[in-house]
């Protein structure tokens, strides 16, 4: 069972990605392992290529940086990407909150989600409890989507992400 712990989103700054680099290649590292793929470097370049400060936010529990995620417009949806939260926290019920609040935002928006994930990620479980379905995959990575909530569709702006 979760324990929740008091968490927050704040808004990502430039200042933000080294920090992030890193909880990135420790949450990576066991699966990238699995794939015969870790590199440190290249791990840690992937999420400074990627970084987009106006689409991401840090993931903040009890005031500390402990993960991130960015949800960018990927033309009528959005795309979830560098989601990665502290391995220590995970389990916690602060991944499954974080991605509550960014599809009900979705939700509204009557918009459909996609990401992809490591083949054989335990990531995909939580995924796949919020509605996403494998749309392909191949050697290396699982992609996902996740249509718009029916129920919760057009009931008007989701929380305030910034």
């Keep these: ?72 417009p990927a033309g009528h949806g959005y795309r979830l990407e560098h989601f990665y939260l502290a391995p220590e926290l995970q389990g916690r019920g602060v991944g499954t909150a974080v991605l509550r609040r960014l599809l009900t935002r979705c939700d509204a928006e009557n918009a459909p989600v996609r990401l992809n994930v490591l083949v054989g990620s335990a990531a995909a479980r939580l995924y796949e409890r919020h509605g996403f379905t494998v749309e392909s995959a191949d050697a290396v990575d699982v992609f996902m989507v996740r249509a718009p909530s029916g129920d919760r569709a057009g009931a008007g702006p989701g929380p305030a992400l910034r």
Aim: proline share 1%.
């Design 1 to 72: 069972m979760a324990i929740m712990v008091d968490w927050e989103l704040t808004a990502a700054a430039a200042a933000d990605v080294e920090a992030l680099a890193g909880i990135r290649a420790r949450v990576m590292r066991a699966d990238l392992e699995r794939l015969g793929r870790y590199d440190e470097q290249r791990v840690r370049q992937r999420l400074r290529d990627g970084f987009e400060p106006a689409h991401t936010w840090t993931v903040r529990v009890s005031g500390a940086l402990a993960g991130c995620v960015a949800l960018k």
